[in-house]
C-alpha cells in the first residue's frame, strides 16, 4: 500500500521532455495536515493554516512540484479534482479541500513548459493505493543536487520513499531531493554530489547590493510524510519538525539559506503513538527516502546519476 498506510493514495505526473513533473499524495480519510519548514528559501502553500499557529487541522491532499514558484498552481487542479470527487470539509455553501503544497526549482529554459492546475488534476487521476514510482518520475523528474560549487557540477536527484515500523505505528515518507548539498550513505559517505575539482569554490558569495548568484533560488528538499497515529496539532508540528533530522543526515549540508526545505505530515489518527515515536521513525524514513530517491535516479543532459549511487 501507498507508503504503508491504508487509504493512502500516490499519484505523478511526468513530462520528460521538459524535465518536469509533479507528485500528489491523497490522504486518508479524516487525515490532519501540519507542516514544518526549515529552508532559507521555501515555495508553500497552506504553509501557515497547517503550521504551528495555524488552527485548521483537516487536510485532504498533498502536492509535490517541480518549477518554482509557477508549480504552485498544480494545487489548483488538486482542489478542482478533490471537489470533483466530494473530497473536503462540508461548509455547507460548499465542500473545500485543504491542499498543502511546496516547489523545487527545476527550471532550465524561460519558455520550457512548467507544472499548472492540469498537471495537479492529471496526478490526482493516476493516484493508486500502489507504491508509488522512484527515481527520475513526478516531482524528482528534474530534482538534481550537489551544487555546492556551481550547477555545471551537480548530478542527478529524484523523488524517493521509504517506511518505517515500530509498536504498531507506521511513518512512511515521500521526498523529492533537489538538494544543494551532497546525499549521503547510511555510512556518511558521499551517494551522490557534487563533481567539482577540490579547487572549485563552494557557495559562490553575492555583492553586498544586487541579485543573488544564480545558483542561490534554485535548491531544497520537500517531502510529505504519512502515518497512522493518533496526534494533537502541536504535536504533529512537533514531529515533522523533528523529521527534519532525516534531511540533515542525509544531506550534507542541509538547510542552508539557499534551500526551502519543507515537510508536510498526514497523521491518520488510527493509532495512539508517542510523538517521539512517530518524530523517530519519520527521521528514519526521510532519511532513507532521500538516499533510494538517488539510487533510482536517472541522468538527464548535464546532470548525470552519480556512479557512487548505483
Given at each position: 500500500m501507498?507508503?504503508?498506510v491504508?487509504?493512502?493514495?500516490?499519484?505523478?505526473?511526468?513530462d520528460?521532455?521538459?524535465?518536469?513533473?509533479?507528485?500528489?499524495?491523497?490522504?486518508?480519510?479524516?487525515?490532519?495536515?501540519?507542516?514544518?519548514?526549515?529552508g532559507?528559501?521555501?515555495?508553500t502553500?497552506?504553509?501557515a493554516?497547517?503550521?504551528?499557529?495555524?488552527?485548521?487541522?483537516?487536510?485532504?491532499a498533498?502536492?509535490?512540484s517541480?518549477?518554482?514558484?509557477f508549480?504552485?498552481?498544480?494545487a489548483?487542479?488538486?482542489?478542482?479534482?478533490?471537489?470533483?470527487h466530494?473530497?473536503?470539509y462540508?461548509k455547507?455553501?460548499?465542500?473545500?479541500?485543504?491542499?498543502?503544497?511546496?516547489?523545487?526549482?527545476?527550471?532550465r529554459?524561460?519558455?520550457?513548459?512548467?507544472?499548472?492546475?492540469?498537471?495537479?488534476?492529471?496526478a490526482c487521476?493516476?493516484?493508486?493505493?500502489?507504491?508509488?514510482?522512484?527515481?527520475?518520475?513526478g516531482?524528482g523528474t528534474?530534482?538534481?543536487?550537489?551544487?555546492?560549487?556551481g550547477?555545471?557540477?551537480?548530478?542527478?536527484?529524484?523523488?524517493?520513499?521509504a517506511?518505517?515500523r515500530?509498536?504498531?505505528?507506521?511513518?512512511?515518507?515521500l521526498?523529492?531531493?533537489n538538494?544543494?548539498?551532497d546525499v549521503?550513505?547510511?555510512?556518511?559517505a558521499?551517494?551522490?554530489?557534487?563533481?567539482?575539482?577540490d579547487d572549485?569554490?563552494?557557495?559562490?558569495a553575492?555583492?553586498?547590493?544586487?541579485?543573488?548568484?544564480?545558483?542561490?533560488?534554485e535548491h531544497?528538499?520537500?517531502?510529505?510524510?504519512v502515518t497512522?497515529?493518533h496526534?494533537?496539532?502541536p504535536?504533529?508540528?512537533?514531529a515533522?519538525?523533528?523529521?527534519?533530522?532525516?534531511?540533515?543526515?542525509?544531506?550534507?549540508?542541509a538547510?542552508?539559506?539557499?534551500?526551502?526545505d519543507?515537510?508536510?505530515?498526514?497523521?491518520?489518527?488510527?493509532v495512539?503513538?508517542?510523538?517521539?515515536?512517530?518524530?523517530?521513525?519519520?527521521?528514519?524514513?526521510?532519511?532513507?527516502?532521500i538516499?533510494?530517491?538517488?539510487?533510482?535516479?536517472?541522468?538527464?543532459?548535464?546532470f548525470?546519476?552519480?556512479?557512487r549511487?548505483h
Amino acid at each position: 500500500m501507498a507508503l504503508g498506510v491504508p487509504g493512502t493514495r500516490v499519484g505523478c505526473w511526468t513530462d520528460r521532455t521538459n524535465h518536469t513533473g509533479c507528485t500528489v499524495v491523497l490522504a486518508a480519510p479524516g487525515s490532519q495536515g501540519a507542516v514544518a519548514v526549515r529552508g532559507g528559501a521555501p515555495g508553500t502553500r497552506e504553509a501557515a493554516a497547517l503550521g504551528s499557529t495555524g488552527n485548521v487541522r483537516e487536510c485532504h491532499a498533498v502536492i509535490l512540484s517541480g518549477g518554482s514558484a509557477f508549480g504552485l498552481a498544480t494545487a489548483d487542479g488538486v482542489v478542482e479534482w478533490c471537489v470533483a470527487h466530494g473530497i473536503g470539509y462540508d461548509k455547507t455553501v460548499a465542500v473545500i479541500p485543504i491542499v498543502g503544497a511546496a516547489i523545487v526549482f527545476d527550471l532550465r529554459s524561460p519558455d520550457a513548459p512548467r507544472p499548472g492546475r492540469d498537471a495537479g488534476w492529471a496526478a490526482c487521476e493516476a493516484a493508486t493505493e500502489n507504491d508509488p514510482p522512484q527515481g527520475s518520475v513526478g516531482v524528482g523528474t528534474g530534482c538534481t543536487v550537489g551544487k555546492t560549487g556551481g550547477l555545471e557540477w551537480g548530478s542527478k536527484g529524484g523523488q524517493g520513499w521509504a517506511i518505517e515500523r515500530a509498536g504498531g505505528v507506521t511513518v512512511g515518507a515521500l521526498m523529492a531531493v533537489n538538494a544543494l548539498g551532497d546525499v549521503l550513505d547510511e555510512h556518511a559517505a558521499v551517494l551522490a554530489g557534487s563533481r567539482a575539482p577540490d579547487d572549485v569554490v563552494r557557495y559562490p558569495a553575492s555583492g553586498p547590493i544586487g541579485p543573488p548568484p544564480d545558483m542561490a533560488l534554485e535548491h531544497t528538499v520537500i517531502g510529505c510524510l504519512v502515518t497512522n497515529a493518533h496526534l494533537s496539532k502541536p504535536d504533529a508540528v512537533r514531529a515533522a519538525d523533528l523529521a527534519h533530522s532525516g534531511i540533515a543526515r542525509s544531506v550534507s549540508p542541509a538547510h542552508t539559506s539557499m534551500d526551502g526545505d519543507a515537510l508536510f505530515l498526514l497523521s491518520a489518527q488510527q493509532v495512539d503513538a508517542s510523538v517521539d515515536l512517530v518524530a523517530d521513525l519519520g527521521a528514519r524514513a526521510v532519511a532513507a527516502a532521500i538516499r533510494s530517491a538517488v539510487r533510482h535516479a536517472e541522468g538527464m543532459p548535464g546532470f548525470p546519476a552519480d556512479s557512487r549511487a548505483h
